[in-house]
């Protein structure tokens, strides 16, 4: 024995990970404190070492494409390591896929999205399949027939995975397919064509590019119809317990979320059920983006948590200099400065929720699409600034950064890029004057409280002559949203420094250059894990 092995943290296990207050007083004030309970319950088996054993395991033994069984039988199943199952099974159970809409307490919505938001510091890649399940009913009630079958095995907390038919089995899985080759966000130029068939069916002749979690059991669609661009179910299995023609040709091979399989299905003469009318594609499968966009806000609102998470409880044990890291005034700075990005972040993807539970129908069009412009593009900085603040621990793969670094620019891109979300917000705006109107209302709840904050507001301007101003527009509106809800719910030493640094120019330009007003300490002290 050379060595004696000291001054390394201890792992961070056995900690509850709702014990987040920034969520749970979130979570009260939107609507949901019935659900602290059940959160803190979830929270606690999130942070034990089980589940990050699962979450290593899941993405360090990938799923494998099996496109043929023994005998020849096309097949085009996924296989999944058995740890990425045991993720699943706690997610549907608590009820984070499509349970919400079936609950009738409220602040159902609120309540599953701080589940997400937990559950998912665990691990990102299994959130892709919940997510969109949650998301499918929206848009599936444009076809109610079809929404009365599926909804309340879709909104089911049993986890029953494999290609049965759908109606045999005790919950669902749902997935979209929109993007192809040629299109890419650009969805009106996809060229799959949807025939009508004698039988009120369609049939599906075409491909698609990105299509995640394609062991899922339906599937939204879009594809060219007689009408136009319309929208369509597809089963993997028919009612009558035949393999739907759902050909993967192969898995994406990426770069992070690689515990969930991306793939390329072809179809040939695949059998397909409308959803809304012909030509009314995107109007009806937007309600199912909506919901994922507002997925993409909560599960980059988690990643930001876990990294910081973990840069603090990294600190706090960590000695050098003659004294903790935690104690530094750099490293203080540095930490408190992410707690704000995290806190920020925390307190709009729960407001969200709660317009959904409140069908704030002006106010979350236009929010959602800002929040997943802003939140999503500050998750890479962040977990990048945290896994720095471990150093060379933070590099490597037992660490749990570098695989929080590699998922975290994927809600930017899922669900239509930062610059598809910018233009969408200008498109909102111009044709939508209640949605501007909700958005600014919710600003002046916040006015007179803070120098910043009011001047900022007086600043901004909703008319954008150019769509090269498109990204400084909604990084504006962001902001200001951010702002308003830390100035009426957050301590003042989290709501000064917010609005100080992002709207009163005392900050440079990277983490870690807050102004020395800041309460650097109280911040800290607020965000560490208890």
């Given at each position: 024995?050379?060595?004696?092995v000291f001054?390394?943290a201890?792992p961070?296990?056995?900690?509850?990970?709702?014990?987040?207050?920034?969520?749970?007083?979130?979570?009260?004030?939107?609507?949901?404190p019935?659900?602290?309970?059940?959160?803190?319950?979830?929270?606690?088996?999130?942070g034990?070492a089980e589940?990050q054993?699962?979450?290593?395991?899941?993405n360090?033994?990938?799923?494998?494409?099996?496109?043929?069984d023994?005998?020849?039988?096309?097949?085009?199943?996924?296989?999944?390591?058995p740890?990425?199952?045991?993720?699943?099974e706690?997610?549907?159970s608590?009820g984070?896929?499509?349970?919400?809409?079936a609950?009738?307490r409220?602040?159902a919505h609120?309540?599953?999205?701080a589940g997400?938001?937990v559950?998912?510091?665990v691990?990102?890649?299994?959130?892709?399949?919940?997510?969109?399940?949650?998301?499918?009913?929206?848009?599936?009630?444009?076809?109610?027939?079809?929404?009365?079958?599926?909804e309340?095995?879709?909104?089911?907390?049993s986890?029953?995975?494999?290609?049965?038919?759908?109606s045999?089995?005790?919950?669902l899985?749902?997935?979209?397919?929109?993007?192809?080759?040629?299109?890419?966000s650009?969805?009106?130029?996809?060229?799959t064509v949807?025939?009508?068939?004698a039988?009120g069916?369609?049939?599906l002749?075409g491909?698609?590019?990105?299509t995640?979690?394609?062991?899922?059991?339906?599937?939204l669609v879009l594809?060219?119809?007689?009408?136009?661009l319309?929208?369509?179910?597809?089963?993997?299995?028919?009612?009558?317990?035949t393999?739907?023609?759902?050909?993967?040709?192969?898995?994406?091979?990426?770069?992070?979320?690689?515990s969930?399989?991306?793939?390329?299905?072809?179809?040939?003469?695949?059998?397909?059920?409308?959803?809304?009318?012909?030509?009314h594609?995107?109007?009806?499968?937007?309600?199912?983006?909506?919901m994922?966009?507002?997925?993409?806000?909560?599960g980059?609102a988690?990643?930001?948590?876990?990294a910081?998470t973990?840069?603090?409880?990294h600190?706090?044990h960590?000695?050098?200099?003659?004294g903790?890291?935690?104690?530094?005034?750099?490293?203080r700075?540095?930490?408190?400065?992410?707690?704000?990005?995290s806190?920020a972040a925390?307190?709009?993807?729960?407001?969200?929720?709660?317009?959904?539970?409140?069908?704030?129908?002006?106010?979350?069009?236009?929010?959602?699409?800002v929040?997943?412009f802003?939140v999503c593009?500050?998750q890479?900085?962040?977990?990048?600034?945290?896994l720095?603040?471990?150093?060379?621990?933070g590099?490597?793969?037992?660490s749990?950064?570098?695989?929080?670094?590699r998922?975290?620019?994927?809600?930017?891109?899922?669900?239509g890029?930062?610059?598809?979300?910018?233009?969408?917000?200008?498109?909102?705006?111009?044709?939508?004057?209640?949605?501007?109107?909700?958005?600014?209302?919710?600003?002046?709840?916040?006015?007179?409280a803070?120098?910043?904050?009011?001047?900022?507001?007086?600043?901004?301007s909703?008319a954008?002559?150019?769509?090269?101003?498109?990204?400084r527009t909604?990084e504006?509106?962001?902001?200001?949203?951010q702002?308003?809800?830390?100035?009426?719910?957050a301590?003042?030493?989290?709501a000064?420094?917010f609005c100080?640094?992002?709207?009163?120019?005392d900050?440079?330009?990277?983490?870690?250059?807050?102004g020395?007003?800041?309460?650097?300490?109280?911040?800290v002290?607020r965000?560490?894990?208890?």
């Open positions: 024995m050379t060595h004696e001054n390394q201890p961070l296990v056995d900690h509850d990970v709702a014990a987040d207050p920034a969520l749970l007083a979130a979570v009260e004030r939107e609507g949901a019935w659900a602290a309970g059940d959160l803190h319950r979830l929270g606690k088996l999130a034990t589940p054993r699962w979450a290593d395991e899941a360090r033994h990938e799923p494998r494409l099996l496109t043929h023994r005998y020849g039988h096309r097949v085009d199943e996924v296989d999944f390591h740890s990425w199952h045991r993720l699943m706690v997610a549907v608590e984070l896929a499509g349970a919400a809409w609950g009738t409220p602040g609120v309540a599953r999205a997400f938001y559950w998912s510091q691990e990102a890649g299994h959130a892709c399949p919940v997510s969109m399940t949650y998301a499918v009913i929206p848009a599936l009630r444009h076809a109610p027939g079809l929404s009365a079958l599926y309340p095995l879709l909104a089911s907390r986890y029953d995975p494999g290609l049965r038919t759908p045999a089995k005790s919950g899985l749902a997935g979209m397919g929109m993007t192809e080759k040629q299109g890419g650009d969805v009106r130029a996809n060229t949807a025939t009508p068939a039988d069916t369609y049939r002749r491909h698609k590019w990105f995640s979690a394609p062991m899922c059991d339906l599937f594809a060219q119809a007689p009408g136009g319309t929208c369509f179910l597809v089963p993997r299995v028919l009612p009558d317990g393999r739907n023609p759902f050909r993967i040709q192969r898995l994406k091979d990426k770069l992070g979320n690689r969930n399989a991306s793939s390329e299905p072809e179809f040939d003469d695949t059998v397909a059920w409308l959803v809304g009318g012909e030509g594609g995107v109007r009806t499968i937007i309600e199912m983006v909506a994922t966009r507002l997925d993409c806000v909560i980059s988690s990643g930001m948590r876990a910081l973990q840069a603090v409880h600190t706090r960590r000695r050098a200099f003659g903790p890291l935690i104690g530094k005034p750099a490293m700075n540095v930490l408190a400065d992410l707690a704000l990005e806190e925390t307190a709009l993807a729960m407001r969200l929720a709660g317009a959904v539970d409140r069908d704030e129908q002006a106010f979350k069009r236009l929010a959602i699409a929040g997943k802003w593009k500050r890479p900085a962040v977990v990048g600034e945290a720095e603040c471990l150093g060379g621990n590099y490597v793969e037992e749990g950064l570098p695989r929080l670094y998922d975290a620019p994927l809600n930017s891109i899922w669900e890029s930062g610059n598809v979300q910018a233009l969408d917000v200008l498109r909102t705006m111009q044709r939508s004057p209640s949605s501007l109107a909700a958005f600014m209302s919710e600003l002046s709840e916040s006015t007179g803070d120098r910043h904050f009011d001047a900022a507001v007086a600043r901004f909703a954008v002559s150019d769509e090269s101003d498109a990204r909604v504006a509106m962001a902001l200001l949203l702002a308003s809800l830390l100035v009426r719910f301590p003042p030493a989290v000064d420094a100080a640094s992002r709207l009163g120019g900050w440079g330009h990277t983490f870690g250059t807050l020395r007003g800041a309460d650097t300490a109280a911040i002290e965000a560490a894990p208890a």
